[in-house]
């Protein structure tokens, strides 16, 4: 029942952000994207696929301004896409939707009731920020917040996981990718991180200590050049 569920919230956050990606676009993508930010975002993702540099194109040094996160997923979706910005929107989407579906599972794990679980996915797969921002802003802001619900979600079942030393490392990459996204996602991992213990309630402090260590080093790895 619950991968029903899940599959259904997929689809409608899926099918909704893109319907409404080309209802915004009028039906075709042009290299036309609304907001500076964006259009540098893109040209950042192409630099680093044509050049592996980390640099706008009229700039003989490295962005500093920019975390290079979302230039790397941009860069991977053109070199897989051939540069299709109507295929990096349609991805945008479906990380919206993934995003839906693991809000189900949070309020799973969350004790919440199936039906409140499934109205919390559902609100948010057709929220402004999966369905509406992703096409017109372009930016990473879906990324991160994908990528930090993954790590929420790790948490909120660590407790039940066997092999906790995998979660928590993949906790601490999550976290790490998402601050590689947006630089706010250093406040938010320190936070995470640090709350770790208190999902272990039962737990020795040895292992508690060991989780958080483990996961520090995961978010290290991704964050450490």
Not at 19 to 32: C, K, P, Q, R, T
Not at 187 to 201: D, N
Request: proline content about 5%; hydrophobic content about 55%; overall charge neutral.
């Amino acid at each position: 029942m619950h991968i029903v569920t899940i599959v259904f919230l997929l689809q409608l956050a899926f099918l909704t952000g893109t319907a409404l990606l080309f209802m915004y676009h009028g039906g075709s993508i042009v290299h036309e994207i609304g907001g500076q930010d964006a259009r540098e975002y893109m040209l950042l993702g192409e630099q680093l696929l044509d050049s592996g540099e980390f640099r706008l194109p009229d700039k003989g040094v490295p962005e500093t301004w920019r975390t290079p996160g979302y230039p790397f997923f941009v860069a991977v979706n053109f070199a897989l896409t051939n540069h299709s910005l109507t295929l990096l929107l349609v991805v945008l989407a479906l990380v919206g939707a993934l995003t839906s579906g693991l809000m189900y599972l949070i309020g799973l794990e969350l004790s919440l009731s199936p039906r409140a679980a499934f109205a919390a996915g559902l609100l948010f797969g057709v929220s402004p920020a999966v369905i509406w921002i992703p096409p017109s802003a372009m930016g990473g802001d879906i990324l991160f917040i994908f990528l930090l619900t993954a790590a929420l979600f790790i948490l909120v079942r660590l407790i039940r996981i066997e092999r906790w030393y995998f979660a928590t490392i993949g906790l601490g990459l999550l976290l790490g990718a998402a601050t590689l996204v947006r630089p706010l996602g250093l406040y938010l991992s320190l936070i995470l991180i640090a709350s770790t213990p208190f999902f272990l309630p039962h737990t020795d402090l040895r292992k508690k200590m060991l989780c958080v260590l483990i996961a520090i080093v995961g978010f290290a790895l991704i964050t450490t050049p």
